[in-house]
Every structure is written in structure tokens, then in C-alpha cells.
């Protein structure tokens, strides 16, 4: 065990890093693209292995690189290589869709940095594979020429970027605090609560992870961008791309020591943004962009928990956040998945739609899913005060919002502009099926069975469900009198600043042309000479 | 004499250095025909070997080492000195230059009957004379001497802008000559000062002896003065642009990625190695606000070209920014001034992969579409993938994302920012990374879309080799060990002034 667990976390990297180098060579790239589904593999056995025997690191100091593999790295890391493999098994696989180089390319990109941001153990290490899942994803839809595709594009990469630059100053803020030059993260994290750059390094880290899990207001790129995407690539991308947002305020918020003004900010922005994205969310009729707006209202629940913990001192939440976000991860990629299979017309309703059904209703707690689950782990985050009520509340708007989503579904293949690939009709159920049954294995990784199953947690669990169908109810009565939310809600006014901004340019072309001119120059030399003939006097 | 002008063993490799690539020169002129463009390239091995070699030497000695010319040591003769940083300058263009020549081969090939043609022949000598003229600059240890190697630098640079003889290349090469020359007057000037001053032009004797005086507040300035408008810092860059993106893609590339170095470089070596002593308050702050204003700048003008070469070449002036932030951040004694340091040299020489890789695939992108229209650039990645993916690392180092050399360097640079406390340089450096995402994404953006496309001219595999390979080194430049910081470090003048009294 002791050298089996560092083999496979260099393989977790190493083996799609291997199928990338291959694509590159022509003999090589049929046989390569034919297994890429392979390639998360060694990723599932390493987490495995750490569910079972406990983490594991191994660092590399020549390459400067250093990974670890903890629990609540190891549940997110066994669900998200999972569902790369079944994406990539089952759906990219299918002759019927040959994967276009560039999309595979981007594909394998992301996978590594997927992957890969839940092994990382040291700042350097985690802005590359951070970069990884963020970047080469717009390779995955942006290759469209359609305009809207494009849009979308160019906002989830101007999102993408605006994320990296926070983070990179507050990397760069976390290795300044750390008294002895160390980088791995742990360290950094520990000097942080004493660190002179405390409150920028947090505001940063909030900042740049929430961006990429579309926390109020950098939202807006999400629904876009996955109502633009094709259902394999929005599956992974929604299901473990986001994550890495979740694995890195896990691993860089300083929880265990009481923070109590950032918790309760970092909490309020959380609830803010899961009722946001039930509110517009359900003014969205593209199924695929009510989904984005699922995931961002689940995203502010895990926000939320995580600055109650923070508030709170409590150094056991990792492992409960885990494996809520790992619920979502199985559960949002199937939901992708059952897009594509109804929009392909070959789903008659009837069981299917129960299936769905009950698919939908597990990220709002429904009892016996895996999100029901998924909410008995969060539930002791949020306490027994004002924040649980507002927990089960969301909960309430999750069934809300999954419910419209249900309505939605038959109506899927009106806004599918690429032909969904064909396997997908019979595959989706045994996604589907996975995403429900799952969680129960890893339930008891971190909490017990037993214990979530008496007859009021079942309670617990179905009110919110209940309210939200009466929620539901009244809605439809009112379908036609609900404001028409444009996909992506403020960023139309964030792109209208963009496009402002712009016209500035016209400025520096003035500027340019003055500098130009020989008078300008000479008199800017001589300027430039005085200044520092000023500043160089005795 | 000064301890720093003791000769020193390998010092000698310092006078082959110079003396390879001169006799180069001589050669070429003398044998003519195919010969300039075999001895261009059949040199290029010995250089990088001796760039080697005294890049080991260095880094065995721990210290600078010195050769003095004709044994006579400073004040009487002249001294050759190489530091760290100057072995690593050296090895750097016993790279990039041979590399922009294999791939102009087919550019400037002497007809099959070997008649002489006006247009290799200066090609193959003028590059060899850049080799020349940079070798002198990174290890003359003497003012005039660097002065000499300024002006061979600058007629060389020149003809190399408009070896082709079109009308506009020969505009912007006159313009690029007028400028460097006025830039070479205040050179020149502030050097006669300071000669007047102190009796002498050694730096190490000069640093020695240095001490406040008017004469030297005036040669400060003016010797400054003109390394920036020799280096086209902004507001000084009006020759930069014309001169870089409408020369051949191979001058381009030597142009951008090692010419503008060499008067930075010398910039460097007379506020950290000459002037040190000199209680100057804010001429680091000036320094920096001009790059910071250059990173801006040249990033928005570089989003508003039209034409590839013209954005590269806009791109260049907003590199050459982040460089100067290295005067206010490494800078006197502190424990932030060595993370300061390594990222100025980081991202010189990342620039000068990076650029010099993006200008030849630039080159190749004009040969193949006929034109470098932005614009006109969709499906272009489909139908030459290699090139493209040069541009895109090229791209990926200069927006600093890892793995680059640019994304070391922005890294240390803000590093220092922080823990110096200047916040102001690391939202530059922030910003101008946002921009040069902007930038990139334009090229990238249009030619991965799926669209029809004729190539006139499938591009050159060659061609693609060399240009890929730069980026590759580019990439690789991130991944360097510590140990190469600490040859950075070697005769760093902060250190050395440290253990003075």
C-alpha cells in the first residue's frame, strides 16, 4: 500500500497526460482516441485506494510538483473520474459522433486539470491544473461558429480569466504569509489566520473560486455556457469541472479556526446565490440553462455550508461538503445526459420520465436518493437555527426549480441545435441509475447509514419536496405572467460595460498617433531625461 | 584595480566570444557567394558551446568571471566581465539567432548558381553582427566599450528592418536609425560626463569611486534617457512598431526577442552595477510607472491591430514594460530584491523565446494565407496546426499562464510586489496579463473556428520546427530548478554591494 498509493496518484496524472502526448503523434491518435475513456482510470483506483486505506502524498521536488489524496479529495476525485469515464465510454465513443482532434485535445486538457485539482498539493501544482479544467473547456463548445456559441465562448472565457488573475494574486498573497517559503497549501493555509494579507487572500480566494462555481454575481457564464455546450462535454463540465471551485475553497479556506465575519459573509453570499438561481432559474425554458441554473443555486448551498463552517471552527466539514458536491457531480452529469437522450425524440415518457423524475428531485433531498443523502451530510453544517431554515428553504426552491426542469424536458429537442449522439438514448438510464444508487456506497465514508434513515429525517427530507410542488402548482398557474429572463441574466450588463469600455480604445489609438510624431517623441525624451536627472540629484 | 577586475581562469572564453562571431564577419566579407550564410550557420554550434562553457565556468567559480584584453587590466586597458545573468544572455542568443537563420534559409538562399545577391548577403552578415554586437554588450565591463557594441547593435539592427528594400520597410528603418542614433548622443553624452568626472569608464572602478556630484546626476539622466529610447519604452516607441512588424519574419524574431534586450540590458547594468551608490530617490518609482504605462499601453494597442505582425509587435512593447518593474523591485538590500531580480531575467528571457517564436510563426501565417489579416483567419488552425500551436504557447507564456516561463516570471515579480509592499506594480502585472489574454484570444479565437480555407502554400516543416521549438523552450523555461536561479544570482550587484562596508 504504501508504494501502491503514490504509483497511482503520479498515474492519475501521468496515464492522461500519456493519451494527450499520443494524440499528437499520427500513427498513434486513432488507437488513442479509441481509449481515451480509459484515461481517468488510474485517477478512479488512487481514489479507491484512499477511501479504503487512508490518504496519501508523494511529492516530486525536481518538477516541483506535490500531490496528496485525502478523504474529501478522494470522494470528489472517485465520482468525477467515474463520470468522465462513462461520458467518454458511453458517449464519445459512439462511431456514429468521430471526436473531432481539437475537441479531443481539449478534452483530455480539461480531464488532467479535472482531475487533477483534486490531487494538487501545492500552490504551484493547483493554479496548473486550475487553469487545466478552466481554459481548454472552451475548446469543448467554442469551436460552433454560430453567434451565440461564440458569445458564450468569449464570456466563459473572459469569466475563466477574471478567475485566474484572482487567484494568482491570492496565491501570491498566501506564499508571501507563509513565514518559511513553504508552497504546499496546508502550510499556506495554516499561516493564513495571522497572515498581514489576511482579508485580501480571502476576499481573493472567494473571489476567484466563486467565479467558477457561479456564486452571485459571476453567474451569469454558466447557464450561457451550458446551454451552448454539447451534452457530453456540459455533462462533465457541470458535473466535476465546477468542482474544482468547491475543491478549492475546501482546501484554501482556513476551516477549523473560527472566522466569524468571513463565514457569515461567505454564508450569506451563498443562500443569496442559491435562491438567485432557483428565481431565474425558473424563468428559463431551455432545460439546459434551467439546469445551469440548478447548479449555481446548488453551488450557493455548498458556498453556504462552507461559510457556516468557517464561522463555526469546524475542521470535519470537508469531508460533509465532499460528499454533497459529490452527490452533484453524479447527479447533474446524468440530468446532462437525460437532456440529450429526450432531445433525441427516442424516449417515450412514461417510466423514463419517472426516472428522471426522481433524478431531478435527488439534488432537492428527495428521500432514498442519493441527495437525500446528500442533505443528511450538510445538515449539521447549517446548525438548528435561522441558516437550517434557510437550508431546507433551498431545498424547497431546488424541488421548485427541478419540477420546472421536469416540465421542460419533453420540450428539450427545440433548443438542441447539435444532434445528440445516439447512445445516449439507451445509456442515460444506467447513469441515471448510478447517480441514485452511488452515494450509498460512499455514504458511510462519511457518516452512517443507519442513522439517516429514521422516520423524521424522512420527514425532514420530504417537506421541502412537498412545499416545492405546491410552489410548483402555483407557478404554472402563472407561467405566462413571469418576466422573460435573458440566459445569463446580468451578464448582458456586464457585456454592455465590456463594449463600453471598449470605445476607450479609440483613445490609445489618438495617444499613439501623437507619440508618433517626432516633436512629441523628442519632447518626451527630454521630459523622460529631466524626470530623472530629478530624481538621480544630490 | 578592483577586485572585480582581477582576470579569473575560462576568462579568455569571454574574448572568443566576441572574437567568433567578428571573425565571422571578416570572413563573410572576404569569401562572398553562398559563404556568409555556411559561416552563419556552421558557427552557431561553437557559440553555443562556448556560451556553455562559460556559463559552467561561472557557475564553477561562483563569482563573475573577467578576462582583461591584452593583460592589461583597468584603468589602463579594458576589462570583459560575465556574471550569471550575462552567461545565460549569451547562451540565450546562441539560440535564438541561429534559430531565426535556419529558418530564413529558403528567405535568403544564394541562387543555385551561387552569383551573390545583395539581400542574403547582408542578411547573413548583419546577423552575424548582432551576435557580435550582443556578445560585447553582455560582457564588456567598460562604458565606451558598450557604447561601440550600442552602435553595432543599432547598424545592424537597421539594415536587418529593411533588408527586403520595400518603400515603407526602408520608412520605418530610417525612422527606427534617427531615433537610436539621438538615443546613442545621450548615450554617448552622459558617458564623456562621467569619463570628465571620474577618470575612467570600468564599471567596477566607477561604482568604486562613485559619489554624488552634478556631472553624474546629468550622465544619469542622459545615458538613461537614451538606453530607453533605444530599448522603445513608452512614450518612446513610435520606431518600434513599423520597424518590428514590417521587417522579414527572421528579423522580426532576432529583432524583438534579443535587439530591444541589449539596451536594457545595459540599462540594468548601469543603475545596478554603476550608479548603485547614488542616493537617487525615485528613479526606480519613474522606471516603473514607464513600464506600467507601456504594459497598458502596447497591450490595448496590440487588441486593436489588424494585423498579426503589428500585434506581436504591440505585444512587444507592452513585454518590455514588465521588464522595467525590475528597477523598483530589485533594487538596494532587501529580502524581496532577489525574488525581483530572477523574475526581470525570467521574463526577459521568456519574452525572447516567446516573441521570437510567435514573429516566425507570424512569418509562416503571411507565407501560407498571403496575407496576416486577423480577421481573415478562420479555419487557418485547421489547416496549419503546428503553427498555430507555436502562437498559442507563445501566447500562453506571454499572458503568464503556467506552464511558461512568463507565468515564472510574473509569478516572482509579484512576489516582490507584495512583499515589498508596492502593491501598485502587481495590479500591472495583473492587468496586463488580462490584456494579453485579450490579445491572444483574437488570434486563436477566429483561425480554430471551422471554416474553408486555401493555404497558397502549404507551410514550411522547417520552418514550423524552429518556430515550435522556440515556444517549447518558452514552456519549458517554467519549469527551471533552483539551481538556475542561483546561477541568476552570481555576481548579482545587491549581493556584492551587501558585503561591503
Known amino acids: 500500500m504504501s508504494l501502491l498509493g503514490p504509483i497511482l496518484l503520479a498515474a492519475t496524472l501521468a496515464v492522461p497526460a500519456a493519451f494527450l502526448a499520443a494524440c499528437f503523434v499520427p500513427r498513434w491518435r486513432d488507437e488513442a482516441l479509441a481509449w481515451q475513456w480509459l484515461a481517468p482510470v488510474p485517477a478512479l483506483l488512487a481514489a479507491a485506494a484512499a477511501l479504503v486505506a487512508g490518504p496519501f502524498d508523494l511529492s516530486a521536488p525536481a518538477l516541483k510538483l506535490s500531490l496528496r489524496l485525502d478523504l474529501p479529495a478522494a470522494l470528489l476525485l472517485a465520482v468525477s473520474a467515474l463520470l468522465w469515464i462513462a461520458v467518454g465510454a458511453g458517449v464519445l465513443r459512439a462511431p456514429a459522433a468521430p471526436l473531432d482532434r481539437r475537441v479531443a485535445v481539449s478534452w483530455l486538457l480539461t480531464l488532467i486539470g479535472s482531475l487533477g485539482v483534486f490531487v494538487a498539493d501545492d500552490l504551484l501544482s493547483f493554479y496548473l491544473v486550475y487553469a487545466l479544467v478552466s481554459i481548454p473547456a472552451w475548446g469543448l463548445f467554442a469551436f460552433d461558429p454560430a453567434p451565440e456559441t461564440q458569445r458564450a465562448g468569449r464570456v466563459y472565457m473572459a469569466m475563466a480569466l477574471l478567475g485566474e488573475a484572482f487567484l494568482l494574486a491570492a496565491f501570491v498573497l498566501l506564499a508571501a504569509g507563509e513565514p518559511h517559503g513553504s508552497l504546499r497549501i496546508p502550510d499556506v493555509v495554516a499561516a493564513l489566520p495571522v497572515s498581514p494579507w489576511r482579508d485580501a487572500a480571502l476576499a481573493l480566494i472567494v473571489a476567484g473560486f466563486g467565479a467558477k462555481m457561479g456564486l452571485v454575481p459571476l453567474n451569469g457564464w454558466m447557464p450561457l455556457a451550458y446551454a451552448a455546450t454539447p451534452i457530453p462535454a456540459a455533462a462533465v463540465l457541470s458535473g466535476a469541472g465546477v468542482k474544482a471551485g468547491v475543491i478549492g475553497l475546501v482546501r484554501f479556506l482556513p476551516l477549523g479556526i473560527p472566522l466569524v465575519g468571513w463565514g457569515e459573509a461567505l454564508a450569506a453570499l451563498g443562500f443569496v446565490t442559491a435562491f438567485y438561481g432557483v428565481l431565474v432559474g425558473v424563468t428559463q425554458p431551455n432545460p439546459k440553462a434551467v439546469l445551469g441554473y440548478s447548479s449555481v443555486s446548488q453551488m450557493g448551498v455548498i458556498a453556504a455550508a462552507l461559510g457556516m463552517a468557517l464561522a463555526a471552527g469546524d475542521a470535519g466539514a470537508p469531508a460533509l461538503v465532499a460528499f454533497y458536491a459529490a452527490n452533484h457531480v453524479l447527479v447533474k452529469g446524468a440530468l446532462f445526459l437525460a437532456v440529450g437522450a429526450f432531445s433525441a425524440r427516442g424516449v417515450r415518457p412514461g417510466l423514463w420520465s419517472l426516472l428522471a423524475l426522481a433524478l431531478a428531485l435527488s439534488l432537492a433531498g428527495l428521500p432514498l436518493t442519493g441527495g437525500f443523502l446528500a442533505k443528511a451530510a450538510s445538515k449539521p453544517l447549517f446548525g438548528y437555527g435561522f441558516a437550517a431554515l434557510l437550508a431546507a ?132 525624451l527630454l521630459a523622460i531625461a529631466l524626470a530623472l536627472a530629478w530624481a538621480a540629484a544630490p | 584595480m578592483t577586485p572585480a577586475d582581477v582576470p579569473t581562469a575560462g576568462g579568455a572564453l569571454l574574448a572568443l566570444a566576441i572574437l567568433l562571431p567578428a571573425a565571422g564577419i571578416l570572413a563573410s566579407f572576404a569569401l562572398g557567394g553562398r559563404w556568409p550564410e555556411r559561416i552563419a550557420l556552421g558557427s552557431a554550434p561553437f557559440a553555443l558551446a562556448l556560451a556553455l562553457a562559460i556559463t559552467g565556468e561561472v557557475w564553477r567559480a561562483g563569482r563573475p568571471i573577467v578576462y582583461a584584453i591584452a593583460g592589461l587590466s583597468p584603468p589602463l586597458g579594458i576589462a570583459l566581465r560575465a556574471d550569471g545573468v550575462s552567461a545565460v544572455m549569451l547562451v540565450v542568443t546562441a539560440l535564438i539567432v541561429p534559430a531565426a537563420g535556419l529558418y530564413a534559409r529558403p528567405l535568403f538562399a544564394t541562387p543555385p548558381d551561387g552569383r551573390e545577391t545583395r539581400k542574403a548577403f547582408t542578411f547573413w552578415i548583419m546577423l552575424q553582427a548582432i551576435s557580435a554586437a550582443l556578445a560585447i554588450v553582455f560582457v564588456s565591463g567598460d562604458l565606451f566599450n558598450l557604447y561601440v557594441a550600442l552602435e553595432l547593435l543599432t547598424f545592424a539592427a537597421v539594415p536587418l528592418a529593411c533588408v527586403e528594400g520595400k518603400p515603407e520597410t526602408l520608412a520605418a528603418a530610417l525612422r527606427y536609425l534617427l531615433f537610436a542614433l539621438v538615443g546613442s548622443i545621450f548615450y554617448l553624452l552622459g558617458a564623456a560626463l562621467l569619463y570628465g568626472a571620474f577618470g575612467t569608464l570600468d564599471i567596477a ?132 530584491t532577489a525574488m525581483g531580480w530572477n523574475g526581470g531575467v525570467m521574463q526577459v528571457l521568456a519574452h525572447a523565446f516567446a516573441k521570437a517564436a510567435m514573429f516566425l510563426a507570424a512569418g509562416l501565417v503571411y507565407e501560407s494565407l498571403g496575407h496576416d489579416r486577423i480577421d481573415k483567419f478562420a479555419g487557418a488552425a485547421r489547416a496549419m496546426p503546428l503553427t498555430f500551436l507555436t502562437l498559442g504557447l507563445g501566447g500562453l507564456s506571454l499572458m503568464g499562464l503556467p506552464p511558461s516561463g512568463g507565468f515564472a516570471a510574473k509569478w516572482l515579480l509579484l512576489g516582490a510586489s507584495i512583499a515589498s509592499g508596492q502593491w501598485v506594480w502587481a495590479l500591472v502585472l495583473l492587468a496586463g496579463g488580462l490584456l494579453a489574454a485579450g490579445y491572444v484570444y483574437r488570434i486563436l479565437a477566429p483561425a480554430l473556428a471551422r471554416a474553408p480555407i486555401v493555404l497558397k502554400a502549404p507551410p514550411r516543416r522547417a520552418g514550423e520546427a524552429v518556430a515550435l521549438t522556440l515556444a517549447l523552450v518558452a514552456v519549458a523555461l517554467g519549469f527551471m530548478p533552483d539551481a538556475f536561479f542561483r546561477l541568476l544570482d552570481i555576481g548579482r550587484p545587491a549581493l556584492a554591494t551587501a558585503g561591503l562596508p
Open chain 1, 393 to 524: 428553504a433551498s431545498s424547497a426552491g431546488s424541488a421548485l426549480l427541478m419540477l420546472h426542469f421536469s416540465a421542460r424536458l419533453p420540450e428539450a429537442w427545440r433548443y438542441e441545435a447539435t444532434a445528440s449522439p445516439g447512445p445516449l438514448v439507451r445509456f442515460w438510464p444506467a447513469a441515471a441509475l448510478g447517480a441514485l444508487v452511488l452515494p450509498w456506497l460512499l455514504f458511510p465514508f462519511v457518516g452512517a447509514v443507519g442513522d439517516a434513515l429514521s422516520l423524521a429525517k424522512l420527514w425532514d427530507g420530504l417537506w421541502p419536496i412537498l412545499l416545492g410542488g405546491l410552489l410548483a402548482y402555483a407557478l404554472a398557474s402563472a407561467a405566462d405572467r413571469l418576466p422573460r429572463i435573458p440566459v445569463g441574466d446580468t451578464i448582458v450588463v456586464g457585456e454592455a460595460a465590456f463594449a463600453r469600455m471598449l470605445r476607450v480604445g479609440a483613445l490609445f489609438d489618438r495617444l499613439d498617433a501623437a507619440f508618433s510624431r517626432w516633436p512629441a517623441a523628442a519632447l518626451a
Open chain 2, 205 to 336: 572602478l566607477l561604482a568604486e569611486r562613485m559619489r554624488p556630484a552634478p556631472a553624474v546626476t546629468a550622465a544619469a539622466a542622459l545615458m538613461t534617457a537614451g538606453l530607453l529610447a533605444k530599448t522603445a519604452l513608452f512614450p518612446l516607441h513610435l520606431w518600434l512598431p513599423p520597424a518590428h512588424a514590417n521587417a522579414p519574419a527572421p528579423a522580426s524574431a532576432v529583432l524583438s526577442g534579443l535587439v530591444v534586450k541589449g539596451s536594457f540590458f545595459l540599462t540594468v547594468r548601469l543603475w545596478f552595477y554603476v550608479l548603485p551608490a547614488l542616493p537617487a530617490i525615485g528613479f526606480d518609482a519613474i522606471l516603473g510607472a514607464l513600464g506600467s504605462a507601456a504594459v497598458l499601453f502596447g497591450s490595448v494597442m496590440a487588441l486593436r491591430q489588424p494585423r498579426l505582425k503589428l500585434l506581436i509587435a504591440y505585444s512587444t512593447i507592452a513585454q518590455i514594460g514588465y521588464l522595467f518593474l525590475i528597477f523598483p523591485l530589485a533594487a538596494g538590500v532587501h529580502p524581496w
